[in-house]
């Protein structure tokens, strides 16, 4: 029986081996650099055509841009598994790639604790105040125009988007004292809650003293804070954001910022990465990382392993082990 | 009638002003404006301070004084009997040179420990990650930087070893519970298991040897000073990741800026200096060292509770006579 054939679009650091061994049940293609006109225009000559199964990645969303109607329209029709490396896959129109018969996979679970470890850090960091002191320590001043930050233990920590990531980070502030409140599209079953109050949107706003976001974007949670939801909070809030940049309106956080609404914030994540609003990188009120959520060594060959092996069931049985939860609930409705 | 003893302020009070002056009640609360040591020196042995019965000093004081040491101590005035020290390193204090004086030295152990370990943990994340070379990139408008910095390592199931399991090292050792850390620790006394919370005790040597991440969490003073030097960084793993919110000179800093140079120490995150306020320039100019300048009890919280406890110590010093919080070599002297 002929293999099947198999792309990966982009690169591979840690799991080349991995990769290799894929060879035994399916020819293997590779697109490691380049641009959108020229992948489009290798699919459309026929270059890719019988590849089955795709690897994808944030990373590699650099050289293909979104895969969105266009794209997906010039990949071969024989196409039916996209294996994403990535827990947020907004880069990915599902609906697209449903409505094409292509089961889409993403990387949950393998980046929550490095991703909660990060949105610890920038708490902390916040919650601290410490870039003044930061930067200044690094010039040579000391201490600079130094001001006392604050402890974490008893503020209520207030985390939208209790999935796998927000629980991770849920267990580790509660290690320092916070009190955990959270919104969810659904409130979890009391076990998995470990505590955890469920509040409305609303509430979360007007009580959290520290906020969390840990949601998926999506076209329904692009902009679910701006003006109006910063209005709604506490004087003086902290605001994390680990999960992707337009969930906030950049300007109307620094609108925030500079009126003092909120204190401080921490931000690995920006709308327009990686440019960032200059309004962000001059304020020594803030904590900001270049989006190295998932950045070590560890967790980059975790991902890249769940991707392949979502790649070799799909070649292997026809599915996939991480599906996208949309394309489940797709199928469900059947 | 007999006079109010004196309590003498050194440094000043920020936060607990209200506890403060209800200690006029118990005493005449002074406060000297001598600007260095020198002048200090000058109004003790001039009889300024006698009938001071307790000092509440500051950590920050010492920039005025200069050491509580074997200069000092003698030339305060006869009628002192307590030095309440806000902070739980007393390293300032020669306590020695105090209790030849039988001056009783107390401190403000427990009220830091949260905060401390905050920032100890704020650095082990930093440094294993090593965000450091991205947290200056970004803000000189290079994104993650070029070349791209390595990648981090995630704390999950790395060996942290902590040196000194104090009120400090305790407190850490839950917090890094949460990362799924594995822990390990050194101390003069090996800890009761419920104590230790199931931490492993191993010697000096083991813990040098096996761990992935160091944390210092004890005190200076003699025995401690440079213990780790040269010696100690050829016994760690390759690539070991150091973490200091203790005290500066615990660690030999030109050995340390040697061990980041060979790649022998993979990153290092530091609170604490062996010169405060200078730091090391093979430190500063090394984007694997993240910097912050002895912050570690810095939060309004915290720095209240330390007033508060402090205070404490005086009140209890000047009405009852003894100390709350009396410091752990002079135990014997109650006696």
């Known amino acids: ?334 | 009638m007999a006079t109010k003893p004196k309590v003498l302020l050194l440094g000043k009070i920020e936060h607990a002003h209200e506890s403060w002056k209800s200690l006029s009640n118990l005493a005449d609360l002074v406060s000297s404006q001598a600007q260095g040591r020198a002048e200090f020196l000058e109004e003790c042995k001039a009889g300024r301070w006698d009938g001071v019965k307790a000092i509440y000093r500051t950590f920050d004081s010492m920039e005025i004084t200069g050491r509580f040491d074997s200069e000092l101590v003698p030339l305060l005035p006869g009628s002192v009997e307590f030095v309440c020290h806000n902070g739980a390193g007393y390293d300032q204090v020669d306590v020695n040179a105090c209790s030849d004086r039988k001056i009783k030295v107390s401190h403000t152990p427990g009220t830091v420990n949260d905060c401390t370990a905050d920032v100890n943990m704020f650095l082990i994340l930093g440094a294993l990650r090593g965000f450091n070379p991205g947290m200056l990139s970004i803000r000189e408008g290079n994104w993650r930087g070029h070349p791209l910095p390595p990648l981090g390592h995630d704390p999950e199931g790395k060996t942290l070893g902590i040196v000194g399991m104090g009120g400090i090292g305790r407190n850490l050792k839950k917090k890094c519970d949460a990362f799924s850390m594995k822990i390990i620790y050194h101390n003069r006394k090996r800890l009761s298991e419920e104590l230790a919370g199931g931490a492993a005790y191993v010697s000096f040597e083991e813990l040098l040897r096996t761990s992935d991440v160091i944390s210092l969490n004890l005190p200076l003073n003699k025995d401690t000073r440079h213990k780790i030097s040269t010696r100690e960084f050829e016994m760690m793993k390759k690539g070991v990741v150091i973490v200091n919110t203790a005290r500066g000179a615990i660690i030999d800093e030109a050995a340390l800026v040697k061990a980041l140079d060979s790649d022998q120490v993979a990153s290092v995150g530091l609170d604490v200096y062996e010169d405060e306020p200078k730091i090391h320039p093979g430190l500063m100019s090394n984007p694997r060292v993240i910097l912050v300048p002895h912050m570690g009890t810095w939060t309004a919280e915290t720095q209240c509770a330390m007033e508060e406890c402090n205070i404490s110590n005086v009140r209890s010093a000047v009405q009852d006579g003894v100390l709350l919080n009396l410091v752990p070599e002079q135990v014997d002297l109650e006696k």
């Not at chain 1, 109607?69 to 609906?95: M, Q, R, T, W």
């Not at chain 1, 290690?175 to 979360?204: C, W």
């Not at chain 1, 950049?250 to 204190?263: N, Q």
């Open chain 1, 1 to 334: 029986m002929a293999k099947s054939n198999a792309l990966l679009i982009g690169t591979l650091s840690h799991t080349r081996k991995e990769w290799q061994a894929i060879s035994e049940i399916a020819n293997l293609h590779e697109y490691p650099d380049g641009s959108r006109e020229d992948f489009l225009s290798k699919c459309r000559n026929g270059d890719f055509d019988g590849v089955v199964a795709l690897y994808r990645s944030n990373d590699s969303n650099k050289i293909t841009g979104n895969f969105n109607d266009e794209l997906l329209d010039a990949l071969p029709k024989s196409l039916k598994f996209v294996c994403h490396n990535g827990a947020g896959y907004d880069n990915v129109d599902i609906a697209a790639c449903t409505k094409r018969d292509i089961s889409v996979s993403s990387t949950p679970v393998a980046v929550n604790a490095a991703t909660a470890d990060v949105a610890l850090f920038l708490m902390l960091g916040a919650l601290r105040n410490v870039t003044q002191c930061f930067q200044a320590a690094r010039k040579g001043n000391w201490r600079g125009d130094f001001k006392l930050g604050h402890d974490p233990k008893n503020k209520i920590l207030g985390i939208l988007g209790m999935g796998g990531i927000g629980s991770a980070v849920a267990t580790r502030a509660k290690a320092f004292g916070m009190k955990i409140q959270y919104h969810n599209r659904s409130q979890l079953p009391t076990k998995e809650e470990d505590g955890a109050k469920y509040v409305s949107f609303e509430e979360l706003l007007k009580t959290s003293d520290v906020l969390s976001l840990n949601l998926s974007l999506n076209a329904s949670t692009r902009h679910i804070i701006g003006k109006a939801q910063f209005d709604m909070m506490k004087d003086g809030v902290v605001v994390i954001n680990t999960a992707r940049g337009p969930l906030i309106d950049e300007a109307a956080l620094v609108d925030a910022l500079k009126s003092r609404k909120v204190w401080t914030a921490g931000l690995d994540v920006f709308e327009e990465e990686p440019k960032i609003h200059p309004g962000l990188l001059e304020d020594e009120n803030v904590v900001i990382l270049p989006h190295i959520g998932t950045a070590t060594f560890e967790t980059q060959r975790d991902m890249e392993l769940l991707v392949l092996d979502n790649l070799k069931l799909s070649i292997t049985e026809g599915r996939l082990i991480t599906q996208v939860p949309e394309q489940k609930k797709a199928k469900a409705k059947v």
